[in-house]
């Protein structure tokens, strides 16, 4: 219990010129109080509250041992902790434990052809919606999460931009990848461009509707010729008339009698107005043995009976080499490159007279090395 004291000064009206009794009249009365009870005088002020509460609706002054609820905010809702609070005796509030935080709104969807910036999604929170390039936005760029936890704008919509109809080159064609439901195209489409042989085309052979509404530059289409064909050594033209030729003509080459063609039997006149690579007539060999023993096409010759004496590019054949230490005979291939068939090394050319004499010695005709 507390014992509280008042004094009162008072200060009674002065008679004038008696000192006496001016210092009995201001003596001053000091009164002790006797034992009061607790609440008598004390009362609570407003509560302590805390930003993120709603600071409407209270009195000015509580009595004690009245109680009030806290509340947040619009736009925030209590976390944890009590809304109560009471005035106490001492007329303070007990301590308030009321937590606010602020509130979410929903994580917004992710936007077509189009992005979502945003660094938080709680109450007041903006975010920014921007299209992708190529699209027209419509709606809102930006969007605020309201005090009801909404946002305050729907998401926009990102329209892709629209181009006409490409433009057809003169002696050319287009080849859409995909059929065009009406007059317009829209920004991504893409269409091939041909042109109608001998005409060539120049430029980009792919068109595309651009970001700016536009189609890609439409590519040209030029009169290209080749020259009359060339002729081919060691071989011929097989179908065809000495004249110039207009792009994509083809001309047909052969070989003369033994020779083997490599590349391409047929040339074109490319749209640089050149022609596409000559084939190469490639030369039969002679093998250059005089005496010895050969495998060719399956069977065990003597190399006079390689009747002519020749093969051709590109084939194979093998000549016999003798290894020494295990007197045993091997075949070594060797093979006819562009009229030149190299012996391998290890062949050794027997003398006439280890040929026709003793030919049972021959590598060829001892035992085969295993
Ligand atoms: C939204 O755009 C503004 C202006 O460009 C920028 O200042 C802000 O940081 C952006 N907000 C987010 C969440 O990226
Ligand atoms: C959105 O931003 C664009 C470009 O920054 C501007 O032209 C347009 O007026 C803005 N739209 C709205 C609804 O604010
Ligand atoms: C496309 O354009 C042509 C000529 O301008 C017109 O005759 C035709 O009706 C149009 N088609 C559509 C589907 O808009
Ligand atoms: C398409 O339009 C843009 C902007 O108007 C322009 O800069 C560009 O040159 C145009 N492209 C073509 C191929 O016409």
Redesign the pocket.
């Known amino acids: 219990m507390s014992v509280l004291t008042r004094c009162f000064t008072g200060k009674l009206s002065a008679v004038p010129h008696t000192e006496m009794l001016r210092s009995l009249l201001l003596l001053l009365l000091c009164q002790l109080s006797t034992y009061m009870p607790a609440d008598a005088g004390a009362v609570c002020g407003r509560p302590p509250l805390t930003n993120d509460m709603d600071p409407a609706g209270f009195q000015r002054v509580y009595e004690v041992g009245q109680e009030i609820f806290l509340s947040c905010k619009p736009g925030y809702t209590p976390s944890k902790g009590s809304r109560r609070v009471v005035c106490t005796a001492s007329g303070k509030w007990t301590n308030p434990t009321l937590k606010c935080e602020p509130k979410s709104c929903s994580v917004p969807e992710r936007l077509q052809h189009g992005d979502v910036e945003l660094t938080d999604i709680t109450f007041r929170s903006i975010i920014n919606y921007t299209c992708h390039d190529g699209y027209v936005q419509h709606g809102a760029n930006t969007s605020e999460c309201l005090a009801d936890g909404t946002w305050s704008e729907p998401p926009p919509f990102c329209e892709p931009v629209t181009c006409g109809l490409p433009e057809i080159p003169k002696h050319g064609k287009i080849i859409y990848s995909k059929p065009f439901q009406s007059n317009t195209t829209v920004f991504g489409d893409s269409v091939t461009y041909e042109c109608m042989p001998p005409f060539a085309l120049l430029g980009n052979a792919r068109g595309s509707c651009?970001a700016?509404?536009?189609?890609?530059?439409?590519p040209e289409c030029h009169l290209v010729t080749c020259p009359v064909p060339p002729s081919l050594e060691n071989g011929f033209i097989s179908f065809s008339i000495m004249k110039e030729h207009g792009y994509k003509e083809r001309v047909k080459y052969g070989c003369n009698i033994d020779y083997v063609l490599d590349g391409p039997t047929e040339i074109e006149c490319e749209k640089t107005g050149k022609w596409s690579p000559l084939p190469i007539c490639k030369a039969p060999c002679r093998i250059g043995i005089h005496r010895g023993r050969i495998f060719y096409d399956r069977r065990k010759i003597w190399i006079e009976d390689l009747k002519p004496n020749k093969i051709l590019h590109g084939e194979r054949l093998a000549v016999y080499c003798k290894n020494a230490e295990k007197n045993c005979g091997y075949p070594v291939p060797m093979q006819c490159i562009d009229g030149t068939a190299a012996i391998p090394e290890c062949y050794e050319e027997p003398s006439a007279i280890q040929y026709n004499l003793h030919h049972k010695k021959l590598p060829s005709e001892i035992k085969m090395c295993t």
Request: glycine residues 12%.
């Open positions: 651009t700016s509404g536009n189609w890609t530059e439409t």
